[in-house]
């Protein structure tokens, strides 16, 4: 994993929530420049901007399985337009129409919760103890959002 998406995830996640290599194995890797850029990185791709934030796409299971922007540049949008990058136009790109996109959010993560209704992502369930291998155990919404 390259340093600049560690430090970023490590800076919004607890490291316990974060499993960084099998998250680059399994995912499409994409991320937003401080000029609200969005790249699609590759593997062994150098990041030549200044990152903002990063989303994790896992095709195969259509999840998005991480999200965050960085602590300081939070409130301006790079997460809005990260993930209306992701959910209008590049799953749009590679899947058929219709494709259905989950993702798991802490019941408490307002912030995050408005910010994927705003985007047409509605609640379908509630998990149970999703988080329990985390510090401070929470329910996670299931959300989803189809193409
Ligand atoms: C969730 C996260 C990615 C949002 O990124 P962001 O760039 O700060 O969000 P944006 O500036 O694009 O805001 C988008 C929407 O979020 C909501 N939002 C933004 N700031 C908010 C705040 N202070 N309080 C409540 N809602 C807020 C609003 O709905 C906003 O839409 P609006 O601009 O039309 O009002 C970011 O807060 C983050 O990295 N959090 C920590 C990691 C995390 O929780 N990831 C999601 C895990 S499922």
């Given at each position: 994993?390259k340093?600049?998406i560690?430090?970023?995830?490590?800076?919004?996640?607890?490291?316990?929530?974060?499993?960084?290599?099998?998250?680059?194995?399994?995912?499409?890797c994409i991320a937003?420049?401080?000029?609200?850029?969005?790249y699609e990185l590759t593997k062994?791709q150098?990041i030549?901007?200044?990152?903002?934030?990063?989303?994790?796409?896992?095709?195969?299971?259509?999840?998005?399985?991480?999200?965050?922007?960085?602590?300081?540049?939070?409130?301006?949008?790079?997460?809005?337009?990260?993930?209306?990058?992701?959910?209008?136009?590049?799953?749009?790109?590679?899947?058929?129409?219709?494709?259905?996109?989950?993702?798991?959010?802490?019941?408490?993560?307002?912030?995050?919760?408005?910010?994927?209704?705003?985007?047409?992502?509605?609640?379908?369930?509630?998990?149970?103890?999703?988080?329990?291998?985390?510090?401070?155990?929470?329910?996670?919404?299931?959300?989803?959002?189809?193409?």
């Amino acid at each position: 994993m390259k340093p600049e998406i560690k430090n970023l995830l490590l800076a919004c996640f607890q490291s316990k929530e974060l499993f960084l290599d099998l998250y680059f194995e399994n995912c499409i890797c994409i991320a937003i420049s401080e000029d609200y850029d969005v790249y699609e990185l590759t593997k062994y791709q150098r990041i030549d901007f200044k990152l903002a934030g990063v989303l994790f796409y896992n095709k195969e299971a259509n999840l998005i399985q991480v999200f965050g922007v960085d602590p300081r540049l939070r409130g301006k949008r790079y997460g809005f337009f990260l993930l209306k990058y992701v959910t209008q136009y590049l799953i749009p790109e590679i899947r058929p129409k219709g494709t259905i996109i989950r993702l798991h959010v802490r019941v408490s993560n307002k912030r995050a919760i408005d910010l994927y209704k705003g985007l047409g992502f509605q609640i379908e369930e509630r998990v149970e103890s999703y988080y329990q291998y985390t510090d401070d155990i929470e329910d996670a919404y299931l959300m989803s959002y189809s193409t």
